[in-house]
């Protein structure tokens, strides 16, 4: 069978020594970032990209989607453990994960957590295996109507679901998409809003705006908090979740995995939303759910397996269709850009290497995670105790090594040094900057669909609706918003987002 | 009542998006506008600044309603003024002088962002991070940098 060749030839890719090593590299950095608070796997990547230039295309994209996914593991040992949500996904695993840790079961928690993600990462893989092909094959038939449509749909979707209010997310959209036109027009040959100044008329590079929002403007509204991090650290004793626990996590599990992967394959939609809904479902099933929030155990299953599907997931509509489904999705095409590749749905016929690769490296990393993290995390927890004012200058040295290396000139590192601050205000004036960083990758591709979309109609603008595929993006577009304008899915959402 | 503007967060955000897409309109007049059928390189920001003009005063509007949101959280002027100036000192020194000139200052720089500065630690994590940094980017990942400009490496 097709998919059983291709998984194959994928593996075989995978268990390259090389390719092992920096899939190890990966998944140790992501548990590493994903414990610490303040630094995320964005900025992490952000910072790493320009270096890749010297790995190979398959290696280096094995070792950020590593570090992508490692960071939702070491998230939720650091919730279980201390409360701590390292990535905004674990906030969730935090509610009866303490609670289990604070009754003595931190051992059951964690396994859990890691049997939960391990088995969503493994039908994540088969997912993706199964649907890529035909999902590729099928945006082959995409023109530039129904991209146009689709990065709308993504863009919306994005805006919608991020924390805060709606149309503050939406302008931040438009923020993005306005500052992704910085630089030479490709129809024209002009240069737009270049202000004279020669370096910008190639663009701002995304990595620039991503760790100068996401890492400087990041540490700049940590310092203006008191350091405060209480260490919990309860004795971890036998590690293995009894016979019990496992029978009543084995449904939540399935059921987290299947809501993971339906928002995963969503584009704009982050592992928070998959997480929380995930648990709602849960309380909402158990025969008592007074127990939620006193360490029920299904309260880490099916969220842990959640946010692990989704993670995976996203990877589907960023490889088939070449659209970043998130702000890091973003970055990985661009460190497949970095490489000389075009992303798109020629990707999978033309590198298959690359894409069977990376999905069969997923599976094996997801395995490294659960065989080193359970003995590791006595390590993880000693690295909590490292001050932050430590931390942070080091973060800082990271960023400014990377940027620079993106053209070996200064220059980028003057304007990171402004985006820091543009993000400082942002985060201070709660304008989310993740939807921005979406429209900023996506607004020259968007502007190009549409000047071609409606070129080859004419000037007319029924075209987005006239056109099946596109009609149906749109109809989901306008779903989107019409949902979440819906009074009870607005309270709901109220609650959940704060 | 009174309205207070100082820490009106939505007011100030409206601010913001009010200006920054009157300003991409106001740039986008210079450029040709064109026609749907041909879109000239002025049509899509002027579009785009609009929508977010409008969307700007939305924004606006909320912060003039009485029971507006007030901005959150301390702020450190202190981490806002060091840490662009230990960025812009790594630039320059990277040009001039080298990797490690440019390390050894941008941690003590950054690490003054900081209250709770100590020398002694601070002077430990210079030479620490220094000797990592040069250790994992410029001999295992092989970026081009002399470490001291004109005397060691390249």
């Avoid at chain 1, 890719?13 to 414990?35: K, P, R, Y």
């Avoid at chain 1, 960071?71 to 994960?97: K, R």
């Avoid at chain 1, 982050?270 to 029920?296: C, H, L, N, Q, T």
């Avoid at chain 1, 987005?464 to 709901?492: D, E, H, N, Q, Y």
Wanted: with cysteine; proline share 6%.
């Amino acid at each position: 069978m097709d998919l059983f060749n291709n998984l194959f030839f994928g593996f075989s890719v995978a268990l390259s020594l090389q390719n092992l090593w920096f899939c190890f590299i990966g998944v140790f950095l992501g548990t590493l970032i994903g414990v610490l608070p303040g630094i995320g796997p964005l900025a992490t990547i952000a910072m790493l990209l320009p270096i890749t230039f010297n790995v190979p295309p398959v290696a280096a994209l094995i070792m950020l989607a590593g570090i992508y996914y490692g960071a939702q593991y070491g998230g939720s040992t650091t919730a279980i453990l201390v409360n701590l949500p390292g990535e905004t996904a674990a906030v969730v695993t935090c509610i009866d994960g303490y609670q289990m840790a604070r009754q003595g079961r931190a051992g059951p928690a964690l396994a859990i957590a890691a049997i939960g993600s391990f088995f969503a990462g493994t039908v994540c893989t088969l997912i993706i295996a199964m649907f890529g092909p035909p999902l590729a094959e099928m945006a082959l038939k995409f023109g530039a109507p129904e991209y146009f449509s689709l990065m709308l749909m993504g863009l919306v979707a994005a805006a919608v679901l991020a924390h805060g209010d709606m149309i503050k997310s939406l302008a931040m959209v438009a923020m993005g998409l306005l500052l992704g036109i910085i630089g030479t027009d490709v129809n024209s040959g002009m240069a737009r809003y270049s202000f004279g100044i020669p370096e910008l008329t190639d663009g701002i590079g995304f990595i620039v705006i991503a760790v100068g929002v996401f890492a400087v403007g990041e540490i700049v509204s940590n310092l203006g908090e008191t350091e405060e991090r209480k260490v919990f650290t309860s004795k971890i004793s036998g590690l293995m979740p009894t016979k019990e626990d496992l029978k009543t996590s084995f449904w939540p599990i399935v059921r987290g995995t299947s809501i993971g992967a339906f928002f995963g394959v969503l584009p704009g939609t982050g592992p928070a939303i998959a997480s929380f809904s995930s648990y709602m479902v849960e309380k909402k099933m158990a025969k008592d759910p007074s127990r939620f929030g006193k360490g029920a155990i299904e309260g880490v299953a099916g969220p842990e397996a959640a946010n692990n599907a989704d993670a995976q997931c996203k990877f589907i509509p960023t490889l088939t269709l070449g659209i970043p489904a998130s702000a890091v999705m973003a970055l990985m095409l661009g460190a497949l850009t970095i490489q000389g590749i075009a992303p798109g749905p020629q990707v999978m016929t033309q590198k298959p290497d690359l894409f069977w690769g990376l999905v069969a490296s997923m599976w094996i990393g997801n395995l490294m995670l659960v065989i080193l993290n359970l003995p590791l995390i006595g390590l993880w927890v000693s690295l909590l105790k490292v001050p932050y004012r430590l931390l942070f200058p080091a973060i800082m040295a990271f960023s400014c090594i990377g940027i620079y290396s993106v053209n070996n000139s200064s220059f980028e590192l003057y304007l990171t040094a402004i985006f820091g601050l543009i993000g400082f205000m942002w985060m201070r004036l709660e304008c989310p900057p993740a939807p921005m960083l979406l429209g900023f990758v996506l607004g020259p591709l968007m502007e190009e669909n549409l000047r071609r979309a409606l070129l080859i109609s004419r000037g007319d603008p029924t075209v987005f609706v006239t056109r099946p595929i596109s009609l149906g993006f749109m109809i989901a577009t306008v779903l989107i918003i019409v949902i979440m304008l819906a009074p009870a899915v607005k309270a709901r959402r109220a609650a959940i987002t704060g | 009542m009174k309205l207070e503007w100082r820490t009106n967060k939505d007011l100030w955000a409206g601010l913001m998006y009010i200006v920054t897409g009157a300003l991409g309109m106001w740039i986008a007049r210079d450029y040709p506008f064109g026609s749907a059928l041909r879109m000239g390189p002025g049509y899509f920001p002027s579009v785009l600044g609009g929508i977010m003009v409008a969307m700007g005063i939305y924004v606006l509007a909320l912060g003039l309603r009485k029971n507006h949101e007030k901005i959150q959280g301390n702020l450190s002027l202190r981490a806002l003024i060091v840490l662009p100036i230990s960025m812009i000192v790594f630039g320059i020194l990277m040009e001039e002088a080298g990797f490690i000139p440019a390390m050894a200052a941008l941690i003590p720089i950054s690490a003054a962002a900081s209250r709770e500065f100590k020398w002694l630690e601070v002077l430990g994590l210079t030479v620490g991070l220094t000797i990592l940094c040069a250790a994992g980017f410029i001999f295992a990942l092989g970026l081009p940098y002399p470490l001291i400009k004109g005397l060691w490496g390249y």
